[in-house]
Structures are given as structure tokens and as C-alpha cells.
């Protein structure tokens, strides 16, 4: 028990949120919309640790948590910046229409 929450309630919501991202990068095609599910995926991972981590009194999984939360920052800031010069490029961010680029 975490705050009167069994740990059974954290491993459902965690699930739930690590299959909606992968549904979401397996159905969409645009890359903001694949940005987002992958970050949604890093999240639900990241809430998992932390339940463990509060349930096992162990503050290391929460500061791996944070140093994590940093890097996904500066993922995002570096993704987009890529998807904006790439939209500069071709006028879209369809993921399908990225396979020009190996050229």
C-alpha cells in the first residue's frame, strides 16, 4: 500500500497507458502524434518506477526517474527541432513520406 493505493492500482494505470502509446505508434502516422505516444510510453514506465520505489521506501528509482524526466526534455526539444527542419524540407511530417530522406 502506497498512500492507502494498492500497488495493484499503479501496474493497471501504468498498462493502460504503455498499450495506449503502443496503439498509438503501431495506427499513426503523423511523427508529433508518434512523439507523443513514445513520451506517453516513457511515462507509464516512469509512474511504474516510482509506485516501486515509494512501495519499497527506496528513493533511487525516483531520482532515476528525474535524471530520466531530463532526458526526455531534451528528447523532445531535439525532435522537434528535427521535425521542423524536416517540414522546412518536404511540407510534411507524414511519417510514410520520410522514407525520401535516405537519399
Do not use: P
Not at 498498462?15 to 498509438?24: A, Q, R, T
Not at 515509494?54 to 531520482?63: E, K, M, N, P, S
Not at 532526458?71 to 507524414?94: H, N, P, Q, W, Y
Amino acid at each position: 500500500m502506497i498512500n492507502g493505493i494498492s500497488i495493484d492500482l499503479y501496474l493497471w494505470l501504468s498498462s493502460i497507458l504503455f498499450v495506449i502509446g503502443v496503439i498509438g505508434v503501431m495506427l499513426r502516422r503523423n511523427t508529433i502524434i508518434l512523439f507523443m505516444c513514445i513520451e506517453l510510453m516513457l511515462n507509464a514506465v516512469s509512474l511504474l518506477m516510482v509506485a516501486f520505489s515509494a512501495l519499497h521506501q527506496d528513493t533511487a528509482g525516483q531520482v532515476f526517474v528525474f535524471f530520466n524526466m531530463a532526458v526526455a526534455a531534451c528528447e523532445v526539444a531535439v525532435g522537434l527541432a528535427i521535425l521542423t527542419m524536416i517540414f522546412r524540407r518536404s511540407k510534411s511530417i507524414d511519417a510514410d513520406l520520410l522514407s525520401n530522406l535516405k537519399n
